[in-house]
């Protein structure tokens, strides 16, 4: 991993705690934007060496390569890097109507960012060697007859409980709808 990651953390982590004397040069909310802002491209920066090593193509894609993730980690993992990805994202943006983010919340931010950047650095070394093999010739793979899945509708698809249908649960019916005041 490049340090250019570690760099915008501590960068955060000092504007979350600047020395006596700054103390008025920015507004809290303004430190806070601006260490939201420092987390984000860390972890932005961190996810692109990952996949530098990994699959090198996935660098040019945007929100892609978060959701890819969960292919070369753990799904909690995956899901961890994205709601945090996305909290810091919306902490960035200055809307109108809206406070800033707090101090506690940002130094929360500060800290799954920095548990996620070493889940991935161990990660990256395990899935490095093993998750892109070789293609061989074109002879190889005409050879090797691709695998058949046990049914059709699974191929490309982990096996996983199916997702339940919405509603109420088999057996109950829906309460009908309100309707006036009573």
């Not at 809290?28 to 961190?46: C, D």
Request: aromatic content about 4%.
């Amino acid at each position: 991993m490049t340090e250019n990651a570690r760099e915008l953390l501590s960068a955060a982590q000092a504007l979350l705690q600047p020395p006596a004397d700054t103390m008025g040069s920015l507004s809290p909310g303004a430190r806070t934007r601006a260490a939201a802002m420092l987390l984000r491209l860390a972890l932005e920066q961190r996810l692109d060496d990952f996949w530098r090593g990994v699959a090198p193509g996935m660098t040019r894609t945007e929100k892609h390569r978060i959701l890819c993730l969960e292919a070369y980690t753990d799904r909690g993992t995956a899901r961890r890097w994205y709601l945090t990805w996305s909290a810091l994202s919306g902490a960035c943006h200055h809307r109108t109507h809206e406070l800033p983010p707090s101090l506690a919340e940002i130094q929360g931010r500060l800290l799954e960012v920095n548990t996620l950047l070493d889940v991935l650095d161990m990660s990256a070394d395990a899935t490095a060697a093993t998750v892109i093999a070789p293609l061989g010739t074109a002879a190889d793979r005409a050879a090797t007859p691709p695998a058949t899945p046990a049914a059709p509708w699974a191929q490309g698809r982990r096996a996983t409980r199916p997702a339940p249908k919405p509603g109420p649960p088999p057996g109950l019916r829906a309460a009908p709808p309100v309707v006036g005041g009573a």
